[in-house]
């Protein structure tokens, strides 16, 4: 089984940035692809970016594209979620998810329990 633990979440103004984390158990962490997804109040679960096994391939949703950085350290089996010039809407719990087979899937094998980010205005 494996773990997936998101940390670095919390409140920040608009127009400024956070640094999220997460740390996934595991000896195969640099198979799996790796993603990041997003659910605000009231709405469906999103995509927000995705990265191969290597690191050396990344996939982003258009609305964060220029402004998330996904990237990962298979030394420290931990995958990052860099965000800047962050804005009211994309305030959201973020999921952190593994096993995926392609960075376009939206069908990953495991799930974190979510960092909630919140971005005032």
């Known amino acids: 089984q494996v773990q997936v633990v998101e940390s670095g979440g919390g409140l920040v103004q608009a127009g400024g940035s956070l640094r999220l984390s997460c740390a996934t158990s595991?000896?195969?962490?640099?198979?799996?692809?790796m993603g990041w997804f997003r659910q605000a109040p009231g709405k469906e679960r999103e995509f927000v970016a995705a990265?191969?096994?290597?690191?050396?391939?990344?996939n982003y949703a258009d609305s964060v594209k220029g402004r998330f950085t996904i990237s990962r350290d298979n030394a420290k089996n931990t995958v990052y979620l860099q965000m800047n010039s962050l804005k009211p809407e994309d305030t959201a719990v973020y999921y952190c998810?593994?096993?995926?087979?392609?960075?376009?899937?939206?069908?990953?094998?495991?799930w974190g329990q979510g960092t909630q980010v919140t971005v005032s205005s």
């Open positions: 990265i191969s096994g290597s690191g050396n391939m990344r």
């Open positions: 595991g000896r195969t962490f640099n198979s799996y692809v």
């Open positions: 998810a593994a096993g995926a087979r392609s960075l376009t899937s939206l069908k990953y094998d495991y």
